[in-house]
């Protein structure tokens, strides 16, 4: 049986109410398991995760993400991750059993079915990218939801789904197919922001750091901490242990410690080869935030 995970990310991280409602209408197609929800109130964003056939999984994103689309209103949203709409990134993944393609067909019958039924431009990435200029992400985001509508007047920035127009309620989505990706943070002992905002710099490989790595510095106003938030597009050639020392070495430098770690969303098991949760300091970790240990079990909702 094929398997594919979908973890979309909404630009809603402080109102419980509206994760839940969300979470649930996910979790209530049938085939769809849901194995990871989190929100944050500094990023503002909440990262859902769920796996199921691909038919479940293209039910089960298009019903969590309607349901975004009418609890989330962009006009009132501020925080510190980049984002473009309310339902501001999709992304489709492999796993079990199916393949790249698999993954982008459903990226692709996904995002044009959401930008249809709620007048979002809708653009692809990743591998389900249409053109070599939308393959990266952080392409898409650049300028954030605020420059959307200078950049859709751009016919170069036409969106590959729905209006050609800015939607000042939803913004715009990003949707995409992918390898695994590891969303992983490192907070800092210091509220240094410009300590964090240099490592994010020194490591990332737009910057000419670490290959595969993308980062940036965020100040964490709830705890008054500097944190160097990371997403690791393969793991394979930089490891979560390389990224992890780089930041420990350059904090070390200024005389700051690593405090803690974190993981948005889950893990494949062989990234975790050669490191430990205590080295790394990862908080709240389980078997149950390893992929693989729900990929063999039955598929089932929570209705």
């Known amino acids: 049986m094929k398997t594919i995970e979908c973890i979309p990310n909404f630009s809603e991280g402080r109102d419980s109410g509206v994760i839940t409602a969300i979470v649930d209408a996910a979790a209530g197609v049938a085939g769809v398991r849901v194995l990871d929800f989190s929100m944050d109130c500094d990023h503002n964003r909440s990262v859902l995760t769920f796996i199921g056939t691909p038919q479940a999984v293209l039910k ?18 501020g925080g510190c991750h980049p984002r473009i709409g309310a339902v501001d990134v999709v992304p489709f993944v492999p796993l079990e059993g199916a393949h790249m393609a698999d993954a982008v067909e459903i990226a692709h019958r996904f995002g044009s079915t959401f930008a249809h039924r709620h007048d979002v431009p809708v653009y692809f ?70 300590l964090a905002r240099a490592i994010a ?20 106003e709830s705890r008054n901490i500097a944190q160097v938030s990371m997403n690791l597009t393969d793991y394979e050639v930089t490891s979560i242990r ?31 080869r050669g490191v430990t949760v205590d080295y790394l300091k990862l908080l709240n970790f389980s078997e149950e935030r390893v992929i693989e240990s729900h990929c063999r079990a039955p598929i089932f909702s929570r209705k």
Not at 60 to 77: E, F, K, N, S, V
Not at 259 to 272: F, H, K, Q, V, Y
């Open 60 to 77: 089960g994103a298009i019903a969590a993400c309607d349901r975004a689309a009418r609890l989330i209103d962009m006009r009132r949203h």
């Open 125 to 194: 990435y990743g591998e389900a990218a249409l053109s070599r200029k939308r393959k990266r992400l952080a392409d898409i985001r650049r300028g954030q939801y605020e420059s959307l509508g200078d950049r859709m007047s751009d016919p170069a920035w036409r969106p590959d789904a729905g209006p050609s127009r800015f939607n000042r309620r939803l913004g715009a989505t990003a949707v995409g197919a992918r390898k695994p990706l590891i969303a992983f943070n490192i907070n800092l002992k210091s509220n240094d922001i410009g």
């Open 201 to 220: 710099r020194s490591i990332r490989h737009s910057s000419g750091g670490l290959h595969h790595v993308r980062a940036l510095g965020v100040l964490l």
């Open 242 to 272: 390389t990224v992890f020392d780089a930041v420990k070495e350059q904090a070390a430098g200024q005389g700051v410690d690593i405090l803690e770690s974190e993981l948005i969303g889950l893990i494949p098991r062989a990234a975790l």
